[in-house]
């Protein structure tokens, strides 16, 4: 690493550090239903929201109705936005007079989905398929709402552990108004200025066109970009309003914003391990985790960036023949933004993909193969390295209590984490969680990459559906035939970081894919509701069957958690899983590349 990439590390980890523990201790006090500065402001707004749900915040929910509760309001949103998406030529706030042939059935199923779920895959072109409504209140509304669920899921797992002889983990409806008015509305509004500042749009007017100053015509696409990029990140969502997403310079103008987004990425799923200890009454429980997930992140930034400096063996052996150097002049700048430099780049990619959001500043298709292997473990991980919002916490904790696990039968004892004892109901939900999810990227890749769909039948008849966009029976969807820009490992990575991304609700794409067609419309959207809700149902009957349960007090039997050392544990758990799970398809992608790079195969 340079010099320049490892000061922007360090001073990216102390600011980082600086937010956990004030925003921690803030999001705990919210949680757990206290008074804060925020209340005399905002307190009309939380029971305002109240009486219009006909809700009674203070009444508790066993972990059934708290599921029940989630996938009914996550089926009615998703269901909002369907209807917003196929009827946006009848809708408001439509310049550019956009229709439902922008957005056919699958399409509109698939993006429907994606935000619901806090993915916000996007097979689509923003800019030249969404009227402002549909941004605005079809889609930019569940940049809010996953993220508030996301978040409460993750103080219902946390009660789990810190309540004692209950069936009670909380009201959701609460959690989610607390959490929205509370934290992402304060937050988003201060944010949203500094990015008005940094040079991002706001705005309603219709397209302009413009001269160049090579005299050339030009349409800038605008509209309302500061307050969706705000929530975008700090939601942990990632849906951007232009195509090229964190890369165009209306979303992202400077290296000035580019350093505030990142902050904004993990400052939540960071400070929300120290929302966990403060619940637990352990703080130090919450700095265990906060260390796995931290170690984890340097480690991959470091590894991402070092890749990318040192750019590809071809160049770099060119350039040796005449200097002696090691590394490729300039390291590999392909896909990558000036103004960010390979640092910014590399650091972003890191973040974005330790977290459930799907923003880039760069194409990761173009990242050496080591380079792009990082994000594509990260997701792997089930985004553990610090995580989305919330997802990262009760990600965290299925692998606490994997770990608790298997001290307990390196010790003989039964396992027992922050007091509560740690039985066979609880490890089979979170085996039940790391098994689904590995399943779906697994086989999504496999059926992907060898199943060439017909060109004739009921596969033709989806491609010719009124309004498809997808260009009739001539074209073969599905597999690898006509969908890749690469073909070999390169392509494999492709499809394979494709199911990671849907179905750890990343959202980021790979590129080189052409993900816009019946077949990745319907199969990417089911990896991300399982992917999403499979992980979330099992792990709060988890947390439901821990709130049942006593203290157990410790003795000098117990295995510590709350130190360095289960740090240790926790992350040689997180790698293992990984690993052991998903080799295969890492050995058929980015490590064959790299071993092809290293021998100058360019086939």
Known sequence: MTTFAALQLVLFFALLLLSTKPLGAHMARVFEGERTFLHRALGCLERGAYRALGVDPTEEMKWTA???????????????????????????????????????????????????????????????????????????????????????IAVAVTRG???????????????????????????????????????????????????????????????????????????????????????????NPSPVSNFFTLLLIWCI??????????????????????????????????????????????LRQAHIQTAATAHQPGGNMEGKEVRFGIAGSALFA????????????????SFT??????????????????????AGLYGMLMFAVLAVFIAGLMVGRTPEYVGKKIEKFEVQM????????????????????????????????????????????DTVYGGTTGNLNNTGPHGFSEIFYAYASATANNGSAFAGITANTPWYNATLGLAMLVGRFLMIVPLLAMAGALAQKGHVPASSGTFPTDNATFSGLLIGVVLIVGALTYFPGLALGPIVEHFQMSSHVTH
């Open 66 to 152: 708290y599921s029940t509760a989630l996938l009914l309001f996550s089926l009615v949103s998703v269901l909002f936005s369907y209807a917003a998406l196929r009827l946006q030529g009848l809708l408001p706030l439509n310049p550019q007079h956009f229709g439902a042939e922008q957005m056919p059935p699958d399409l509109a199923f698939n993006t429907s989905v994606s935000f619901m779920t806090n993915t916000n895959w996007q097979s689509y072109s923003p800019e030249v398929t969404l009227s402002h409504f549909s941004n605005m209140v079809g889609l930019s509304i569940h940049n809010w709402a996953s993220a508030a669920v996301g978040l409460s």
């Open 161 to 251: 552990f810190s309540r004692r002889s209950t069936d009670g983990i909380g009201n959701f409806w609460a959690d989610c108004v607390r959490g929205t008015i509370y934290v992402f509305l304060p937050l988003s509004l201060l944010g949203a200025v500094v990015f008005l500042a940094c040079g991002v749009p706001q705005s309603f007017d219709a397209y302009r066109a413009v001269t160049t100053v090579e005299g050339a015509q030009q349409t800038l696409a605008l509209g309302p970009v500061a307050s969706q990029e705000i929530i975008k990140q700090l939601g942990t969502n990632g849906g951007g309003f232009f195509n090229a997403n964190s890369a165009h310079p209306f979303e």
């Open 430 to 473: 979170a085996m039940l969680a790391t098994l689904v999810l590995a399943a779906s990227v697994l086989g999504g890749a496999a059926l992907s990459s060898t199943l060439d769909l017909p060109k004739d039948g009921l596969w033709a008849a989806l491609n010719t559906w009124p309004g498809s966009a997808y260009g009739g029976v």
């Open 269 to 314: 799923p960071a400070a929300v391990t120290h929302t966990f200890g403060r619940m637990v009454k352990n703080t130090k429980q919450g700095w265990a985790l906060f260390g796995a997930m931290a170690a984890l992140a340097v480690v991959g930034a470091v590894i991402c960036t070092s890749a990318e400096q040192a750019g590809t063996s071809h």
């Open 350 to 365: 890191t973040v974005t993909t330790g977290a459930s959001c799907g923003a880039v500043n760069s194409m990761h298709d």
């Open 369 to 390: 193969p080591i380079g792009g292997l990082v994000p594509l473990f990260n997701m792997l991980t089930g985004e553990v390295v610090f995580g989305g919002v919330g």
